[in-house]
């Protein structure tokens, strides 16, 4: 007798490898937009409106899982930590619903024993109906194990994910607030009727008319940069540099870099600035310059 041919497993692995696929791609996706949304709600930006394509989510989360050797054995540590939750959050579900089960089976012996006695009583019936349901309920048990497994298994996960990409972004938008910058200088040269701040190119000292210019909201904020416009780091213990966050949508985010003595609370000012159609002018510099 011929041997039957065995079934062909193929399909079923790649199914379960585009499922694993598409679980990982969600997870990417999730932490690259936490991660994202951390980072620019430090420089007060709403990460929705800043028209990221969707794709560049994926990329992001490399840095937070693989960025350096502390990001790795942090991902590592929050791998073990996720797993000890999961297992033991599997453990009490399994106590609880042991429990529960060992409770029926021990009202329904009871019920069995004593059957005329019961069912006498409009409370008989009652117990009756619930016992019949309960024991309907319990047929799937298996099934509702399994799926509270996943869900408890995807919630630990997807927790994990979170507080490792929230952490990495504000960790990263704090640096990069301060003087340790992985930002570029930048020099911002625009049309002096498009924009109510800056100095004059031909006379520093200066300032723009406001005349034409109208305020809503707090004054106080235009005043404090009037007049703060250019890098300065003649002071190394309050030094002035003006970096560049992002250019998006047609607009242009600049901020002034948090002094080295910042408070753990304190947030630079972020001015953006729309692109006009005579157009601007930016010089992008890893470096601050060191002519006068």
Do not use: C
Not at 8 to 25: C, M, R, T, Y
Not at 81 to 107: D, M, S
Request: hydrophobic share 45%; glycine share 6%; proline share 5%.
């Amino acid at each position: 007798m011929t041997q039957a041919p065995q079934p062909n497993q193929e399909p079923n692995i790649l199914g379960k490898f585009a499922s694993v696929v598409g679980l990982l791609g969600i997870a990417l996706f999730f932490a690259g937009w936490i991660y994202r949304w951390s980072y620019f709600y430090f420089f007060q930006l709403e990460v929705t409106n800043l028209d990221f394509p969707a794709q560049s989510f994926l990329f992001v989360p490399l840095q937070i899982f693989l960025g350096d050797g502390w990001a790795i054995l942090r991902t590592v540590f929050a791998f073990l930590l996720a797993v000890i939750a999961i297992q033991l959050t599997l453990w009490l579900i399994w106590i609880i619903t042991e429990a529960f089960v060992n409770t029926f089976n021990q009202f329904r012996s009871a019920r069995t024993s004593r059957p005329t006695q019961r069912r006498r009583s409009w409370i008989g019936k009652q117990l009756d109906s619930v016992a019949v349901f309960t024991s309907v309920q319990l047929r799937s048990v298996e099934f509702l194990r399994s799926l509270v497994n996943e869900i408890v298994i995807v919630s630990w996960v997807l927790i994990f994910i979170f507080w490792l990409a929230r952490w990495q972004g504000i960790a990263d938008a704090r640096r990069d607030a301060g003087q340790n910058s992985t930002l570029p200088v930048v020099a911002l040269i625009t049309p002096e009727e498009k924009f109510a701040l800056g100095r004059k190119l031909d006379d520093v000292f200066a300032d723009p008319s406001l005349e034409k210019y109208r305020i809503i909201g707090d004054r106080g904020l235009f005043d404090d940069l009037r007049g703060k416009e250019d890098t300065d780091i003649s002071n190394p213990k309050q030094p002035r540099v003006w970096r560049i966050l992002l250019e998006r949508g047609g607009w242009i985010y600049l901020f002034q870099a948090l002094p080295p003595n910042a408070k753990a609370n304190e947030r630079p000012l972020v001015l953006a600035i729309q692109q006009g159609e005579k157009g601007h002018t930016v010089i992008r510099s890893p470096e601050v310059s060191k002519t006068k």
